[in-house]
């Protein structure tokens, strides 16, 4: 007889609500040592994991041994899931139990932020960035550096003038982003490529400051490329960007720099830094193209 697991989801993001309603069935698309992404017929995407991978629209948190490793525990790409209204059961082994999971709520900004707290935040991080490694990917830009994927400069300054452009303006209906910026879609090695965080990035701080039209317009152009250009799971991150919901870390940090909070920006960078290689920091990086812009305003 097969011994079954059990497993208890403590937070799980809307997302992952979401694509599971009305499913019975999912499988393993992607598989790695602390997680796994399950796709739903419909091609909803959720992945399970413990803390360490943060909370975020797409992740149930569940609370799993240390040092699990699911890449070496037998699970495979394929592999079949079924699903009942509370419960996730993989290959008749591993079950998750998520009724009682909390749903995860992106931070806000601070209610009464202004510009001056914004440019004091935006001084304290370039100062505080000073101390990260920021080679890789498009990371470098949190400091104004050159980046390190070729090509990738030319298209993020276009980026920055369609946002000082969209920002500067009410209505942006007419002046959507320009081709080059198309290049950053799918640029850099990875599951969530250098260049789609990076536009992930602007996406969420573009909602969270309220400047819906610019992230509509943003949303309504990259996204058809993204289907093209990127793979299922970066694109499933670009969909709940676009409706304003990033990495638990990423908001947290958008929100301590709108508020000029300086003790808990050291907090808010080491946990930027544990994402991914470096999407943590992509992800930053066209946050803060769009928090520069609006610091100018």
Excluded at 98 to 103: E, R, Y
Aim: charged share 20%; with cysteine; hydrophobic share 45%.
């Amino acid at each position: 007889m097969i011994e079954m697991f059990r497993f208890r989801a403590g937070l799980i993001g809307g997302g992952v609500r979401e694509c599971m309603v009305n499913q019975r069935t999912a499988t393993i698309c992607a598989v790695f040592r602390r997680s796994f992404y399950l796709e739903t017929a419909d091609g909803g995407l959720a992945c399970i994991g413990p803390a360490e991978i943060g909370a975020g629209p797409i992740n149930m948190i569940c609370d799993l041994p240390g040092g699990i490793d699911w890449d070496a525990s037998g699970l495979g790409l394929g592999d079949r899931t079924t699903i009942s209204d509370h419960r996730i059961v993989v290959n008749d082994r591993y079950e998750f139990e998520f009724g009682d999971a909390k749903i995860w709520r992106p931070t806000t900004l601070p209610e009464h932020w202004t510009i001056a707290a914004l440019i004091r935040g935006l001084d304290v991080l370039e100062d505080a960035a000073s101390t990260y490694d920021l080679s890789d990917g498009l990371s470098a830009k949190v400091r104004r550096d050159g980046a390190t994927i070729a090509a990738a400069d030319k298209a993020y300054d276009a980026l920055c003038v369609w946002l000082m452009d969209a920002l500067d303006n009410s209505i942006v209906e007419k002046s959507n982003p320009p081709h080059e910026i198309a290049s950053l879609i799918g640029l850099g090695p990875g599951l969530t490529p250098s260049g789609d965080d990076l536009i992930g990035g602007a996406l969420v701080a573009l909602n969270m400051f309220g400047r819906q039209d610019a992230a509509d317009c943003l949303a309504r152009w990259s996204l058809p490329i993204a289907r093209r250009n990127t793979g299922k799971i970066s694109n499933a991150h670009l969909a709940r960007a676009a409706k304003g919901e990033g990495a638990d870390a990423l908001h947290r940090t958008i929100a301590t720099i709108a508020g000029g909070n300086t003790a808990a920006s050291e907090t808010c960078l080491q946990d930027i830094d544990a994402i991914g290689h470096s999407s943590g920091w992509d992800a930053l990086a066209g946050a803060v193209a769009v928090m520069r812009w609006i610091s100018q305003q």
